[in-house]
């Protein structure tokens, strides 16, 4: 998916796919209410911006629950999100056993380096079990409604001290 001489993709529904995507940097995304994406199992997810062309993933509206979220079940080690902005998710739960969110990660793999998870109706990320294996670096979380983040114990080794909690 490229960035169209700084033109935003508008997503209507939800985004579900089992394939390798690979997302340029500069591209942003607008998802309209319940929308969202879900990255399945075999599937892969590698969506690198650069700090002065961040990837963008948002709602059409800019208030918290404007879009759905990501859901993350993929367990490819080749995940990464980098220099990517992650805002107004929390439309709807994304799951059983999960709520509103900004990012779920279900039993997968994930690197996410200097990533911002704001103004969610929820959480910025929100795991459930101990299977997921993610590495948050440089990330920052900001004004999600009801914690930045909802994780296993056992994953916390998997956070950097860069990562800023505001």
């Not at 319940?34 to 969506?47: K, L, P, Q, T, Y």
């Not at 103004?119 to 914690?147: M, V």
Request: proline share 1%; charged share 20%; glycine share 10%.
């Amino acid at each position: 998916v490229s960035a169209l001489d700084s033109a935003k993709y508008q997503i209507v529904d939800n985004v579900d796919f089992e394939h390798h995507v690979t997302i340029a940097k500069g591209t942003e995304f607008e998802f309209t209410a319940d929308a969202g994406i879900v990255v399945r199992n075999g599937s892969v997810i590698e969506a690198v911006g650069t700090e002065t062309d961040k990837i963008v993933f948002t709602g059409t509206s800019k208030t918290a629950g404007a879009w759905r979220g990501i859901f993350i079940s993929s367990s490819s080690v080749d995940n990464i999100l980098e220099h990517v902005d992650i805002s107004y998710g929390g439309s709807t739960t994304m799951a059983t056993y999960f709520g509103k969110t900004n990012m779920v990660i279900d039993n997968a793999k994930i690197t996410l380096r200097n990533v911002s998870f704001t103004n969610s109706a929820g959480y910025g990320i929100q795991t459930r079990r101990d299977g997921s294996d993610f590495t948050l670096e440089g990330c920052e979380f900001n004004n999600n409604a009801d914690h930045d983040m909802q994780i296993h114990p056992t994953q916390i080794s998997g956070i950097d001290n860069q990562t800023n909690f505001n």
